[in-house]
Structures are given as structure tokens and as C-alpha cells.
């Protein structure tokens, strides 16, 4: 039996009321994963644009070290 299964025969255990509460949440979770997903496929572009921006400016002399006291 996989964790998923498991929790799923643990999950069925509980009242009806709990079940739909946390099967609201597992679907919200996915959904939340797919659409971050998505947006992160749809940028790769624009944030390889600015990692190339970031280099040309750290080889250009015009970044600084970050220190976690300035913060």
C-alpha cells in the first residue's frame, strides 16, 4: 500500500463532514501546484532574461554583497 493509499483508508475513517474538508483541500493544493506550474513555464523566458541581466551586471562591477545584517 502507497502513503497515498494509506491516507486515503485513514481519510475515509472520519466523518463525512472532515472528509470534505480536507478532500477541499487536497484538490485546492493541486490546483494551487498546477497553476504555479504553469506560470513558471509560461516565464522561463523572462527569467532567463533576467539571470543574464544579473550576471552582465555582477561582471560589470555593479552588484554588491548581500549581508544578512543590512537586511
Known amino acids: ?14 466523518p463525512p463532514e472532515e472528509q ?19 506560470l513558471f513555464a509560461k516565464s522561463e523566458d523572462e527569467l532567463s532574461r533576467l539571470a543574464d541581466e544579473a550576471m552582465h551586471e555582477y561582471r560589470a562591477g555593479k552588484t554588491e554583497k548581500l549581508s544578512p545584517d543590512n537586511l
Open 1 to 14: 500500500m502507497t502513503k497515498l493509499e494509506l491516507a486515503f483508508s485513514e481519510a475515509a475513517k472520519l
Open 20 to 38: 470534505d474538508v480536507l478532500a477541499k483541500w487536497i484538490l485546492e493544493e493541486i490546483a494551487n501546484e498546477t497553476r504555479w506550474s504553469d
